[in-house]
């Protein structure tokens, strides 16, 4: 028998939840406002382009380089790479097709065709 939470209570849960998480990153990030410390140099402001293009520049063209390593090769052999395209014909996944040209089974006790031929 499954007891059933009441949606009532699948919200406070995730409003305390999600409570909890935000006021770590509050305190967490409450020593990035803190000043220079005397002796340090007074770093020069970031320039707001400069962030932008290192933060989001960078990440996007790593990923469009790991996207043309995976998928160009595939696309140079004149795969389809979309999802749900059709199996390739020449593959071999799970044995032959059943056409005339099947391997013939065992034809009795004593055959030696296929299988392992285990022994008790």
């Given at each position: 028998m499954t007891a059933s939470i009441s949606p009532v209570r699948r919200a406070a849960a995730l409003l305390s939840g999600?409570?909890?998480v935000l006021t770590a990153a509050v305190v967490q990030a409450a020593p990035a406002t803190a000043d220079v410390p005397e002796g340090w140099s007074d770093p020069d402001p970031v320039n707001t382009l400069h962030a932008v293009l290192l933060f989001g520049g960078v990440p996007?063209?790593?990923?469009?380089?790991?996207?043309?390593?995976?998928?160009?090769?595939?696309?140079?052999?004149?795969?389809?790479?979309?999802?749900?395209?059709?199996?390739v014909e020449n593959q071999w996944i799970g044995g032959p097709r059943k056409s005339t040209s099947?391997?013939?089974?065992p034809d009795g006790d004593d055959s030696q065709a296929g299988g392992a031929s285990a022994r008790w």
């Open positions: 999600l409570s909890v996007l063209l790593l990923f469009i380089v790991i996207w043309v390593v995976v998928y160009a090769p595939a696309m140079i052999r004149g795969e389809r790479v979309t999802p749900g395209s059709p199996a099947e391997l013939a089974g």
